[in-house]
């Protein structure tokens, strides 16, 4: 099993550059979720999908955002304009569906420096 | 906001047995206890789960108290290469943000030789 598959590992860009990050899922799982990781604020959840439809985008910082899933077995993160301030580690994370009792197995993240 | 208290770190001889305390008071009846650790540099890695009863698997056993106000994930016989940020998490009904894993500060095991 190749588990949750992200690309690029590390990016660097300069401000005001759109800057797209990509994950492909685990095979069979029907959720998707973007996470954000800084040191001042940890670990933290932008948006999650379900059978490829948006459920949860309120941890989404602002409009420069998007994130759109196609199919099931690949979805993008955007950030356009990008700023310094976005510099972090982003996390992908799927799971068979979306509930309580279901596992998120997270891939190795995308390290992005936007300088 | 994260619903449990962690201390920020421990330390633990490599052989021996790894407790780790977490303290969930508000916890609901339909609220499951989640372990994740996290190495330098790499993705959250799931450890186990539970909701009532305690649990065990390959990697550790979880043990929930009987009021569930508190758990403690324990690694039998730590490695040097459990040393990580250890989080537990409280993941409530779909309805109730249960689609989230809501990351506190967790825990920062430090297995010394």
């Known amino acids: 099993d190749a588990g949750v598959i992200q690309s690029p590992r590390h990016e660097v860009t300069e401000m005001g550059q759109e800057v797209t990050l990509r994950c492909k899922p685990i095979?069979?799982?029907?959720?998707l979720f973007w996470y954000r990781q800084t040191m001042m604020r940890g670990l933290e959840l932008l948006i999650y999908?379900?059978?490829?439809?948006?459920?949860?985008d309120s941890g989404m910082p602002e409009d420069r955002f998007s994130a759109k899933m196609p199919n099931a077995s690949f979805s993008t993160l955007k950030i356009q304009p990008s700023e310094p301030r976005d510099s972090a580690v982003y996390f992908c994370?799927?799971?068979?569906?979306?509930?309580?009792?279901?596992?998120?197995?997270f891939g190795p993240g995308t390290r992005l420096l936007v300088l | 906001d994260a619903k449990t208290t962690q201390p920020p770190s421990m330390d633990c001889a490599e052989g021996r047995a790894a407790n780790l305390p977490c303290n969930h008071s508000?916890?609901?009846?339909?609220?499951?206890v989640y372990w994740y650790r996290q190495i330098h540099s790499q993705g959250p890695q799931y450890i186990i789960h539970?909701?009532?009863n305690n649990e065990t698997n390959e990697m550790a056993s979880l043990i929930i108290t009987e009021d569930r106000k508190s758990s403690t994930l324990i690694l039998p016989h730590a490695t040097l290469r459990d040393t990580a940020v250890y989080y537990c998490?409280?993941?409530?009904?779909?309805?109730?943000?249960?689609?989230?894993?809501?990351f506190g500060q967790g825990t920062e095991l430090s297995v010394k030789p």
């Open positions: 999908f379900n059978n490829n439809v948006p459920i949860d």
């Open positions: 998490i409280v993941r409530g009904p779909i309805y109730n943000q249960g689609g989230k894993l809501i």
């Open positions: 508000t916890i609901s009846g339909n609220e499951y």
């Open positions: 539970g909701l009532k």
């Open positions: 994370a799927s799971s068979l569906r979306v509930l309580p009792e279901e596992t998120q197995y």
């Open positions: 095979s069979g799982h029907n959720s």
